[in-house]
């Protein structure tokens, strides 16, 4: 018996995933993930449209926007049943909520279609296993933000599935390493943001990120890292508190609200208790008066956002930027678009007429895996795997990892490049 699998969004690009799958014998379907991206203007881009009614469930990898914040839409003439994490639920609401006041204009759907999200969720941990419309669903941990899952989907007729979402294998200082189950798999679709890039050891990358903030400190500067709200702010404060406890670390902007969340959920974490200490050594910025203060001594400041183009951050770099004792350490992935990438090449921000004096660093904390964490969930599988689907990546990054997959696994697997509107039958 047939699967058929449609690449609603992320054929092609990063982002705006959403991938349907629908076994032939049955009229309805499962739906994995349906996030947005953004143009070079800004403006949010949904996936392709899927009717309501052939969706028997959707299943949410994890709460970024990229992968969630289309689902909401489906709520406006329907009620179908959403699968995740009880943190992808909590996080997912907070980012949906802010991505409206930001982009409402552009959003068809309004806080009724949120709180319905939420009241027809199904909230599983790992290693549990529910059925819909007798599709069977399991989440394991991805290893990427908290709460984040690779799916595992077996259709009515036998054919398994593996839909990694976002994932990252190697351990962090928040999670573990994306954990893969011991079945047998027919299908991968594995995302392949990081296709064509071997990260550093990442021990050299928090090593050297050590270093430099202590020489800055020992200089008399303060260290501004603009880090995203969810999963990178709370691995920086982790590792910053635990290697240099006599440096003052403080928090603001979303990631305060996030990092909460975070240790509510403590168990989806790999050592709570380390977590919850670095927290305890974390001074939170509670507003306006806490932040004029703040930067007038030497300390780290944790801030979004991750890529400068808004938050706390900026107001943070129009304080330092001018002295050459301070620096300013991106961890984040850094648009070509982005005021942080910006920086980076010309050491300025046109647009606020800045020049940054600081020192400039950028540090690979990726929580994608690169090319070969992505081959080796490829190899683990290769006794029983019969197609790979690859998607959530640019076209070099995809064909370069296709590649390498026919190298390491061998020439008779079916790899399928499939662009945005295409279907599979497999």
């Known amino acids: 018996m047939a699967i058929e699998v449609r690449i609603l969004g992320s054929g092609g690009e990063v982002g705006r995933a959403a991938i349907y799958v629908r076994d032939t014998s049955r009229e309805k379907g499962i739906l994995l993930d349906y996030g947005i991206n953004f143009d070079e203007e800004g403006r949010p881009r949904f996936p392709e449209h899927i009717r309501p009614i052939d969706v028997a469930g959707i299943v949410v990898s994890h709460a970024h926007l990229d992968h969630v914040g289309a689902v909401p839409q489906l709520f406006i003439s329907a009620r179908p049943l959403t699968i995740m994490t009880k943190p992808t639920m909590d996080i997912s609401e907070i980012l949906i909520r802010d991505f409206m006041k930001i982009s409402g204009y552009y959003i068809d759907y309004e806080e009724g279609e949120v709180s319905l999200m939420m009241e027809h969720s199904l909230l599983l941990d790992y290693g549990e296993e529910v059925e819909v419309d007798k599709y069977r669903v399991m989440l394991t941990s991805a290893g990427h933000i908290l709460g984040s899952s690779l799916i595992y989907l077996e259709t009515p007729s036998g054919h398994k599935i593996l839909y990694t979402g976002d994932t990252n294998t190697i351990q ?99 050592d709570p208790e380390m977590f919850r200490k670095a927290v305890e050594n974390t001074r939170f910025i509670r507003g306006w008066q806490d932040r004029r203060k703040v930067w007038r001594r030497p300390c780290v400041i944790v801030s979004s956002a991750g890529m400068l183009k808004g938050g706390p951050a900026l107001y943070y770099l129009k304080k330092i930027a001018d002295n050459p004792k301070n620096a300013v350490f991106l961890v984040s992935y850094q648009s070509p678009d982005s005021p942080g990438h910006e920086i980076l090449e010309t050491g300025r921000i046109e647009d606020l007429g800045l020049e940054v004096k600081a020192r400039l660093q950028w540090f690979d904390l990726s929580s994608h895996a690169g090319r070969d964490g992505l081959l080796e969930i490829m190899y683990h599988y290769r006794h029983s795997l019969k197609n790979i689907v690859i998607i959530h990546g640019e076209d070099e990054s995809r064909v370069k990892l296709a590649e390498m997959a026919k190298m390491k696994i061998g020439e008779d697997i079916n790899i399928y490049i499939p662009g945005n509107g295409e279907k599979l039958e497999l």
């Open 172 to 270: 962090t200082w928040t999670l573990t390493k994306a954990e893969l189950w011991p079945m047998k798999i027919d299908t991968l679709i594995i995302e392949s943001t990081y296709g064509n890039v071997i990260h550093p050891p990442r021990y050299e990358t928090e090593k050297q990120l050590v270093d430099s903030i202590e020489e800055v400190i020992d200089n008399n500067g303060v260290v501004l890292i603009p880090a995203f709200s969810v999963g990178r702010s709370q691995e920086v404060i982790s590792l910053v508190t635990a290697e240099l406890p006599h440096v003052p670390v403080f928090l603001d902007g979303m990631s305060r609200e996030i990092t909460d969340i975070y240790l509510k959920n403590r168990k989806f974490l790999r």
